[in-house]
């Protein structure tokens, strides 16, 4: 047996159990717009794929935008582009108005105006796309008193025209605000208008009116951006804004159809959207329910987690929301369930009934576990155990609502910690295997096995456990305060950890660990004290954690046990990490950076700190030897009553990190001393 016991030692695997880590990366999305390497914006303008910028950035060459050197502004041919929209594919632009003056000393000037191809430099087919006049958003209007006005277009490949006038002797019944007919007319915009040209006009070359309204204008303007009053008949401004639709595709490809043809060599649309054929012809692409980005870039629809936007309908009481890619779902709080109304109910007690049964067999099974170490020791015996106390965990599944993230309350090397509520409303912590393998499994047999022999106030209490195949589960009590760690190290400070405190915690975590080398039977080490192993219970009780590393000294070996080194960085005593020899000491070591750290309020290593102060053990000790103890204690805690105290916990924090095992005192003696 000794044999045995010694090659499963050599089997356990370095793992620590970091309670205190959290992690709630909640990850900020940021959608792509454009193509991988391809510029997306342009003075202040997204440039979303599929315009560009540059060649290859962008789908063809009527999504062409160039970025103007002087005046930093997007531009789409000769016009200026505001806002480009992939969810409405539409794009804003400034574009000229069309305008026929007649100065006061009475010379023609015409001016004529074709938003045609002739206009832009960028190719020849720029108008003939599938690029049209938004009839929704837009008006055609005609400004001045002596004016008629065009606009000319395409739609289906056919020509046609559309005109307004206005005529006026002066500005009197001119309304401010109201483009009614006089001094101003618009007409509504036919749908799929493209290819347009405008033309502004006058009868009589404005000479009745040219005090008041020297020019004819015309231009297309998006509803609501402008407002006509008397001051238009005299100043216009030169651009007019003005919404275009788009779509892509072109007349030999996908022109008329009414679906896409998603297995095409040029279908637009990237993963988890949806094509549409538009009316004026080509297509545009849509990202799916629940998705949300840019439909034409290969990964550009992403999931919208609608339970962090909270645009869900979980909202009845006791419901909780869970995202799923494309979607969402409601779940119950724990301890509740669905009835068949939906609503989220209390279950009934006899779920409490059975959950108590199954802890109880759970117990029976740990005391014949513990009971015989012969069994944990031995790789087939082990499975028999699991097999015969195969233990449904399905109420410790609902406990943790189905091991809801949000219910982690901690992550380590080999487990998850969930919190979890029974139906009888206690609260209890269930660590959960994460990736099941042989020497895991043993970690969690183990860690019950020396769990089970302890009953300690600052010991945390292991309530019962399942051994289901798959995944192993323990059950502990709640603890509700975290850790030692996060309690004195946490970043805002807001209020210093009185001394007093500090050296209640010392003593009783000292106490913990001198009732297991000491007391317990067989003794047990524990082989990974730090601060982020100790919890913190309401009222601030110290409870020692983490017994997936711990050893069972047995009654026959009293001696040093060769062992794989573990332990954390920090807080692993030089002497075990060079001989592998296990003793209890080399818990006393890792003791002694606890008070270091309860002393200083410094973490036991920081890279944020310079070199020689890295290792709080090293930093602490060269002050100790120097007598600048009082430069490095945590701020604020020393005072004149105390600092004979401070200096004697000092003290005995230097005995527990002497180099040599032996010259350390054992936990006994420094829980006495404290
Ligand atoms: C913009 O600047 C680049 C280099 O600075 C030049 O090559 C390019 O011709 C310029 N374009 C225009 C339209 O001036
Ligand atoms: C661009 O258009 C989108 C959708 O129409 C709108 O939400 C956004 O506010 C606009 N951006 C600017 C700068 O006008
Ligand atoms: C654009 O319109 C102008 C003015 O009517 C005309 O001279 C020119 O030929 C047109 N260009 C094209 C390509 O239609
Ligand atoms: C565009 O309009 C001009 C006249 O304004 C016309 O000559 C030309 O054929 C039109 N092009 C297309 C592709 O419709
Ligand atoms: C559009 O009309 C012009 C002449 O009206 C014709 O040459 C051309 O082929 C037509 N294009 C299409 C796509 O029907
Ligand atoms: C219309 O607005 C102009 C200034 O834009 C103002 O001078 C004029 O008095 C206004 N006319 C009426 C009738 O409100
Ligand atoms: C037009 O007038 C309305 C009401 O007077 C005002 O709310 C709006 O901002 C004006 N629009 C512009 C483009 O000036
Ligand atoms: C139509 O568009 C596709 C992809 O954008 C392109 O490969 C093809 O050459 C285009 N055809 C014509 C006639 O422009
Ligand atoms: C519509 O798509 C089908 C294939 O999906 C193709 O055979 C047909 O030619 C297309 N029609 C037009 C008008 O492009
Ligand atoms: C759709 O989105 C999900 C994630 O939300 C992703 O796993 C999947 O690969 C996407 N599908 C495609 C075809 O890109
Ligand atoms: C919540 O929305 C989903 C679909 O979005 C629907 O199936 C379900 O019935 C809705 N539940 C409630 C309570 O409105």
Known sequence: MGFRFHKMLLQVTWVGVLLSVTTSASAVLSYPSALPNCQNSCGGV?????????QGCYLDESFSITCDNSTSKPMYGNVIV?????????????????????????LPFKNYVALNNSNYPTGPT????YFTISDTQNVFMAVGCDTYAYLNGFKNNHSFSLG???????????????????????????????????????????SKVLNFNPCSYSFIVQKDKFNFSVDSLQNLPEKMPMVLDWAVGNETWAAGNETC????????????STCKGSKNGGYFCLCMDGYRGNPYLKDGCQDIDECKEGNNNCTSKN???????????????????????????????????????????????????????YLIVNQRKLMRIKQRFFQQNEELEKATNNYDENLIIGRGGFGTVYKGFLPDDRIVAIKKSKIVDESQIEQFINELVVLSQINHTNVVKLLGCSLETQVPLLVYEFVPNGTLFEYIHHESKVSIVPWETRLRIATESAEALSYLH??????????????????LDGKHIAKVSDFGASRLVPLDQTQAIATMVQGTFGYLDPEYLHT?????????????????ELLTGKKAISFDRPEEERSLALYFLSSLKENRLFEVLEKNIANEENAEQLKEVSNLAMRCLRLKGEDRPNMKEVAMEL
């Open 46 to 54: 997204e440039i979303p794929y599929p315009f560009g910028m540059n």
């Open 82 to 106: 505001k806002n480009i929209s992939i969810e409405e594919h539409n794009i804003e632009i400034l574009a000229y108005t069309a305008k026929d003056c007649y100065p006061i000393y009475n």
């Open 126 to 129: 720029l108008w003939s796309r």
């Open 164 to 206: 307004c006038t206005s005529v006026c002797v002066d500005a009197s019944n001119v309304v401010n605000g109201s483009c009614s007919g006089i001094g101003c007319c618009q007409t509504e915009i036919p749908e799929g208008m493209k290819n347009i040209s405008l033309e502004a006009h006058s009868f009589n070359d404005h």
């Open 261 to 272: 043809a998603v297995n095409t060599k040029n279908y637009p649309c990237g993963g988890n």
């Open 319 to 373: 419901t909780n929301c869970v995202n799923d890619p494309g979607s969402y779902y409601c779940v119950c709080s724990v301890g509740y369930h669905f009835d068949d109304g939906g609503a989220c109910v209390h279950p009934s007690s006899n779920l409490a009934i059975k959950l108590t049964i199954g802890i109880g067999i759970c117990i029976i099974a740990m005391l014949v576990c513990s009971s015989s170490l």
């Open 518 to 535: 000491s007391s317990a039977s067989p003794p047990i080490i524990h082989r990974d004290v730090k601060s982020s192993n100790i919890l």
């Open 580 to 596: 592998s020899q296990l003793t209890e000491k080399s818990d006393v070591y890792s003791f002694g950076v606890v008070l270091m």
